[in-house]
Nanobody, 118 residues
């Protein structure tokens, strides 16, 4: 399964950005899709998760500001980021847990830079 992330950029504090993660491959089933982020000098952290059933979870730092959603027909997952803060500046990565037949594995997309200026 290949993941393609897009939508990063530069925005002022209080602004919004929308990230998208498109999955491609053959005959796979996504179990859950996650967005992680990694700021300079910090560990990668989990930001948001959406399961195949639509259940969502968020890091406390983004609750109420970020929304993760999925389009099953298009095999894409979006991360709508509102009320952005400078501390949201990071490289954002999409990650998916998936299964194919009896095999389970995971994939990472390439990172997309989000920079929030104060």
């Amino acid at each position: 399964v290949q993941l393609q992330a897009s939508g990063g950029g530069l925005v002022q504090a209080g602004g919004s950005l929308r990230l998208s993660c498109a999955a491609s491959g053959r005959d796979f089933n996504i179990i859950a899709t996650n967005w992680y982020r990694q700021a300079p000098g910090k560990e990668r952290e989990l930001v948001a998760t959406i399961t195949s059933g639509g259940a969502t979870t968020y890091a406390d730092s983004v609750k109420g500001r970020f929304t993760i959603a999925r389009d099953n027909a298009a095999n894409t997952v979006s991360l709508q980021m509102d009320s952005l803060k400078p501390e949201d500046t990071a490289v954002y990565y999409c990650h998916a847990n998936w299964r194919y037949d009896f095999m389970r594995s995971f994939s990472w997309g390439q990172g997309t830079q989000v920079t929030v200026s104060s």
